[in-house]
């Protein structure tokens, strides 16, 4: 009997201190809706290293497609429901964006190709995104954006 | 393969279970970090994140993992409970209820991630912790009806012991041991198998995403019906067994009557 009751108090405690945490930060989701502004690629290029605009310019050529693409743009707006538009002078490209993992992964799609960020940092001001590159790139590349005032 | 408990359970019975459990996990893990980016049939890893999350005061991660980590943790634990509370009612049912409890799960995840899923972070999340919940009613039930020689769904402590036989092997004296040559059997066939089922969601998975996990449940439909038809076969001679000792008994009885009836007259 007093086994039962250990047993359920530790499961109910794990799941309230759980569920406590979950209650004391918002979804890194909301973090991310609203308009940031472009501050910083940094890249280390490799041999193969092309660097294309999937967000505002096509890739020219093949290889271009196989290497890492770059979305450059003034102004990022997350908006909720996934939506992602990038803004530089007068173009503008809708994406789709989504979180996975346990929100550790940012996803941005054209539909077509899908591409995965490692969330670096995370704040009210600032996100820093690396870019996960598939294996047989060895390139290197940082995106820094900060929020619109 | 769910019938027999512990050490009555033969080599046989512990390869098919082995076998079909891990293309299973296999496909699991493979699908859930294809669509999801984390891993749902192993905890190990997240103990590492838990550990780095905690460290880096990100709260809401800590909770998340935390979660995940208990969600497996409890479906071990129904696992082996239903074993032990249930096993002397009716062996099989006490068997198969975790893997149905697993196909009800797997399949929650197909059908809602094939006509629901909208990528929310929060589904992401909800999904993973069901199938981590799967992962554990799958591995705790192996590992408690095998006697722990079956675990399924994670290869480390597998690769540690098949390092520990390799490693005996090269001793002439336990070079014929039967049973480590059985146990090398087990975890080979457990090794390829988990392979294959991950090669198989790999390959699948461009074409097919959330469809995966019916292929899932089609393999833990086999896993269930196995053993039933097992059953019911052996019921079946049973009773056909009983009925012609009846008829035997009856016929002697009548011949014995009517031979008693002529001796009289």
Redesign the interface.
């Known amino acids: 009997m007093k086994i039962r009751i250990a047993l359920i108090i530790f499961?109910t405690s794990?799941?309230v201190?759980?569920?406590?945490?979950?209650g004391?930060?918002?979804?890194?989701?909301n973090e991310f809706v609203g308009s940031w502004e472009e501050i910083d690629w940094n890249i280390k290029g490799a041999e193969k290293s092309v660097v294309t605009n999937l967000g505002l310019v096509q890739a020219q050529s093949a290889e271009e497609e196989d290497s890492i693409r770059f979305h450059v743009a003034k102004s990022w707006k997350f908006k909720p429901g996934?939506i992602l538009i990038l803004e530089d002078k007068n173009k503008e490209r809708q994406l789709e964006w989504?979180?996975?993992?346990?929100?550790?992964?940012l996803?941005i799609s054209d539909g077509v190709v899908t591409e995965?960020y490692d969330i670096n940092l995370l704040s009210d001001e600032k996100i820093e995104l690396n870019y996960i590159a598939p294996s047989f790139v060895k390139d290197y590349a940082r995106l820094v954006i900060k929020r619109s005032s | 393969m769910l019938r027999k408990y512990s050490n009555t359970r033969s080599l046989g019975d512990n390869i098919k279970l082995g076998v079909l459990t891990a293309i299973v996990a296999g496909m699991v893990n493979v699908a859930s970090f294809m669509l999801f980016y984390s891993f749902s049939s192993n905890v190990t890893g997240y103990f590492a994140i838990l550990a780095s999350e905690v460290s880096q005061n990100n709260y809401y991660q800590i909770a998340i993992v935390l979660l995940w980590i208990m969600s497996f943790f409890f479906g071990s634990f129904i696992s082996n409970f239903i074993v032990i509370h249930f096993n002397r009612r009716n062996t099989y049912l006490a068997h198969a209820m975790p893997i149905i409890l697993e196909l009800f799960c797997i399949l929650g995840v197909a059908i809602y991630g094939t006509r629901f899923y909208n990528g929310t972070l929060f589904e992401t999340e909800l999904m993973l912790m069901i199938l981590l919940l799967s992962m554990g009613l799958q591995n705790g039930l192996t590992a408690s009806i095998s006697n722990f020689a079956v675990k399924t769904t994670h290869l480390t402590g597998a690769t540690t012991d098949l390092a520990i036989v390799f490693s005996m092997f090269t001793h002439k004296k336990y070079r014929n041991n039967k049973a480590i040559k059985d146990k090398a059997k087990l975890l080979i066939s457990i090794f390829s198998s988990y392979l294959l089922g991950a090669f198989i969601a790999a390959f699948l998975y461009s074409s097919m995403k959330f469809n995966v996990f019916f292929i899932v449940v089609a393999f833990l439909t086999v896993v269930i019906f196995y053993d039933l038809s097992k059953i019911y076969r052996f019921n079946r001679s049973l009773k056909i067994y009983r009925a012609q000792k009846k008829d035997a008994t009856e016929t002697t009885n009548s011949i014995e009557s009517k031979s008693k009836h002529i001796a009289i007259s």
């Open positions: 499961f794990i799941s201190i759980a569920l406590a945490l979950i004391k930060k918002y979804n890194p989701e996934g989504r979180l996975k993992g346990r929100g550790h992964i996803e995965f």
